[in-house]
């Protein structure tokens, strides 16, 4: 099944709409969406489909190699361990060893008044 929605805790709702945010890290996805694919931005407290995002490019790197990184939009980390502790929130079996997404994203449509 292609993806056709992306998650996001509800805090992070309004620094994609500013464009503070628009780079997120995921792990184990079977399908990686394409680039240029439009997906709905969901918010994981509300529910709702706040907006539409455009994948503008994916990148598959190590867990080790994406917490060296400096990530423009997106949080930044210290150290690997920083990362993980992170990841793991969402991700109970993510390991140093494995490698994440990187997704660059733009908003094309906001759909919150």
Known sequence: MVVSTMRFYEDLVQK???GEKSQTIRY????????GSILNAVS???GDVFAKI???STEVISVEECADRNLEGH???SSTEE???EMSTYYTDITREDDVILFHF???EW???
């Open 16 to 18: 994609i709409y500013s």
């Open 28 to 35: 184990d996805w079977s399908e990686i969406p394409k680039d």
């Open 44 to 46: 994981t407290q509300e």
């Open 54 to 56: 455009q994948i503008e």
């Open 75 to 77: 949080k930044n980390y």
């Open 83 to 85: 990362l993980l502790d």
């Open 106 to 108: 733009s908003l094309t």
């Open 111 to 113: 759909l919150r008044d």
